[in-house]
Each structure stands twice: as C-alpha cells, then as structure tokens.
C-alpha cells in the first residue's frame, strides 16, 4: 500500500503553504539565499527597480557634488540619521506584510525615550549599569505599548488604523504628561558615549541597526515566524485553518513593532541627546512610505526586509543630498511622495495583473 498523500494547505500569493502537524510550515519566500529569494519572488520587480533608482541618485549626487556627498564622513552620517528610521521600518514591515499598520510607533519612540531617562536619572544616570537599565526600560515599554496594539487588534477586534491611532496619542499624550511638555536630556555618558562611539570607523548605532536588520529580515524570509506573517496577511482564514494561531501571532508582531519603536527611541535619545517629544511627529508615516516604497504591500502577503532597507535609503538620500546642492527641502518631500504613488499604483497593478 503507498504512503498516503500530503495535505496541501491553501495558495496564496506568496506560493503553496504545506501543512505539516497543525503549522504552516511554507509561506512567503521559498528556502534558499537571500539573494535567491529576492530575485525569484514574483515581487522582486518593484524592489529591483526601487534599488536603481537608489543607485541613480546616488550616482547622481556623487557627479554633482563628489567631494561632499561622497565624501566617507557624509555617507556615514547618511548611514546613522536612517538607522534609527530602519528600526521603526522594519518592525513596520512586518506589521504590513500581515494586512496590519502601525500609526503608534512614532509615540512609542518618545515614550520609550522619556521612561529611559527617568529610569537612568533615578539610578544615577552615570554608572554603566544605569545605561543598561535605561536601555531595558525603553525596550521593555516599547515591547508593552505593541503588545496592548496587538491584544486589542488580535482579540479585541478593533481596525488596527484605529487602535495605533489611539496608541498615538495615548503615549505621546503620557510623555507629555510625564515631562511637563519638555525635553529631557540624556545622561553624559549615554551621549557622549553610545551616541558618538565608532566600531571599525562606523558609528556604533549603525551596527545595532544593521544587526537588528539582518536577523529579523532571516527570519521573515526562512523562518517559521516570517512564513505564519506572510500567510496571515495572504489569506487570514486559510492561515487560521492550516493551524497557525493567527490571534496569538498578531500580538507577536505587534509586540515586535513595539519593541524596535523602544530601542529606536532610546538610540534616538543616545544619538540626539534629549527626548524629542515634539520630533517624531512624522516618524510613523515616514516609516510607512519607506515599506511602501520598498515593495510591501498594504494589502498584506507580499514585501521584504530588503526592500524596506532600498526605502528607507531613498528618502534619506533626497534630504541629504538636497541639503548639500542647497535645494530647497520642501522638494523632498515632493518627490518621495510621488514615489510612494508610483509604489503603490504598481502594487495594484502587479495585484490585478495575477489576479487575471
């Protein structure tokens, strides 16, 4: 007698997901490189023509002013003003990939900032043990905002536009309420040390970022965690039938979301030296356009951590560059916006293109 046949799960846009003892075991990008992945998903078109047009500014800015914007000092500074945006884009990449946003994670931010540096005050703010609690709190309040997100997304069955958008104002409103409407410094130490210390010539905080990236963009695109995102936001009802715990995994995420907004907000406080409570008003919509443009789709089911990082670049490589050449940088904000159009216009048209 043979061996009786597998069980297939559902299709869904990202490929086959097999059901293996409950779990979806296959979804998203197939198994094999990261350069593999990129290259043979039906969604690398936008990431590829995304990536050109960063290299075609780029190029651009290098020709038009060499000895400033490619100068080592500039592109470093480049680096680190986005590495902090990266953190908050990256979480934002999985929240959207499994048909969610985030609007809270700008608050988060200067939440998280405020309670690290009343933590750090509290315990003398100049001992290393200080700084490590500080970062502990700020991440611990960043993972408990995105956990409450994802509770009341996951269980409470409230759209997600409305429960961030609460959040927002809920721990902008608690900074506020905690700083008297001021900013707080950072400790000496923290500033002078984290925010300006350099690894191998590279600042410090953007090896934290590229750390970060690389690990959570493995597991979006070859783990367990990142297929049950894909499949959830694919098709909600197919993942929840081929086992996977949809509501539990959306406070996952969530939760993940939030965790980066903390770490990002005491990096921001490391970096900047004060909390910034009025700073990061845009931060969440920055975020947003920078996985927009990268390819992810808001609709859900489709993206990747590399072409979050090709976006978040892109607008950052704008401001800069438009800085140098003395231009003004309202133009900025004219050309990411028309990108984030071009984005999603050729999201829906690669949508109603395998549709038919």
């Known amino acids: 007698m043979s061996a009786p046949s597998r069980p297939k799960g559902p299709k869904g846009p990202q ?5 293996d003892n409950g779990d979806v075991v296959q979804a998203g990008p197939p198994p094999g490189s990261a350069l593999t992945g990129v290259l043979g998903r039906l969604g690398s078109a936008q990431e590829v023509w995304i990536g050109l047009v960063l290299a075609v500014l780029v190029a651009a800015f290098s020709v038009l002013d060499p000895d400033s914007f490619a100068s080592s000092f500039n592109l470093l500074n480049l680096a680190a003003d986005a590495a902090i945006l990266l953190l908050l884009a990256v979480g934002m990449t999985y929240v959207i990939i499994s048909a969610g946003i985030d609007l809270s994670v700008g608050g988060i931010l200067v939440f998280s900032g405020v309670t690290a540096t009343k933590a750090m005050e509290a315990t003398g703010a100049s001992s290393i043990g ?13 993972l408990a905002w995105g956990v409450l997100n994802g509770a009341l997304v996951a269980y409470g069955r409230i759209p997600p536009l409305i429960v961030t958008l609460g959040t927002l104002g809920m721990s902008l409103g608690g900074a506020l309420l905690i700083t008297g409407g001021v900013d707080l410094r950072a400790p000496s130490r923290l500033n002078l040390g984290l925010g300006l210390d350099k690894i191998a010539g590279v600042p410090t905080i953007v090896w934290i970022s590229i750390a970060v990236t690389i690990v959570l963009g493995v597991v979006l695109a070859q783990c367990r965690f990142g297929r049950h995102t894909y499949a959830i936001g694919s098709n909600v009802k197919a993942a929840r039938t081929s086992g996977v715990r949809v509501n539990r995994h959306l406070v996952k995420v969530y939760g993940l979301a939030g965790l980066l907004a903390g770490l990002a907000g005491y990096l921001s406080l490391a970096k900047y030296g004060i909390t910034g409570v009025s700073a990061h008003s845009t931060d969440n919509l920055q975020a947003i ?5 990268g390819g992810t789709s808001l609709f859900g089911g489709v993206g990747t951590v590399t072409g979050t990082v090709i976006g978040v670049f892109i607008p950052a490589v704008l401001q800069n560059g438009f800085q140098i050449l003395g231009v003004k940088p309202f133009w900025q904000q004219v050309v990411v916006g028309a990108v984030l159009i071009a984005a999603v216009y050729l999201d829906q048209w690669r949508r109603k293109a395998r549709d038919h």
């Open 15 to 19: 490929g086959p997901k097999d059901i």
């Open 130 to 142: 200080s700084l490590l609690l500080g970062a502990l709190v700020a991440v611990a309040t960043g």
């Open 289 to 293: 356009a920078a996985v927009v443009i």
